[in-house]
């Protein structure tokens, strides 16, 4: 299993987002890392789906086969495990989300949301 965190930052007063990704095997050594600025103004949502998104391309593209993606933006992970289609900007990020999860037999994922104490898992 091959666990992936990632997050994402928004400077309003720069129009800047950036989004983050770590890899790491079983044992906690870093496989894989990757950091993104783009110069935009997107929502915390639309940027936080984008790190996710972004996280698992990175694990495909690694040729990683078993994933578990963290990440701290609950309301995300909820729409993405939720099985509904969003029709909003993000729900086109959502929907590209869940494609490598079904359609490349290589990658099986988790997607797990952990705030604090709680989290949440599906997506398997």
Same mark, same amino acid.
């Given at each position: 299993?091959?666990?992936?965190? /990632? *997050? ?6 720069? /129009?800047?987002?950036? /989004?983050?990704?770590?890899?790491? &095997? ?38 990683? &086969? ?14 993405? &495990?939720?099985? &509904? *289609?969003?029709? !909003? *900007? ?16 290589? /990658?099986?994922?988790?997607?797990? !949301? ?11």
């Amino acid at each position: 299993m091959y666990k992936i965190k /990632c *997050d994402a930052a928004i400077d309003l007063a720069g /129009c800047l987002v950036g /989004c983050g990704t770590v890899i790491r &095997n079983a044992e906690g050594f870093v496989l894989a890392a990757s950091s993104q600025i783009m110069v935009a103004s997107f929502p915390t949502h639309t940027v936080e789906a984008i790190a996710i998104l972004r996280s698992i391309q990175l694990a495909i593209d690694s040729g990683l &086969n078993l994933i578990m993606v963290e990440s701290d933006a609950s309301v995300v992970v909820d729409w993405i &495990n939720s099985g &509904n *289609d969003l029709l !909003s *900007d993000v729900g086109v990020i959502i929907s590209d989300i869940k494609k490598p999860v079904t359609i490349y037999t290589l /990658c099986c994922g988790v997607l797990y !949301s952990q705030i604090g104490e709680q989290g949440g898992s599906l997506l398997s």
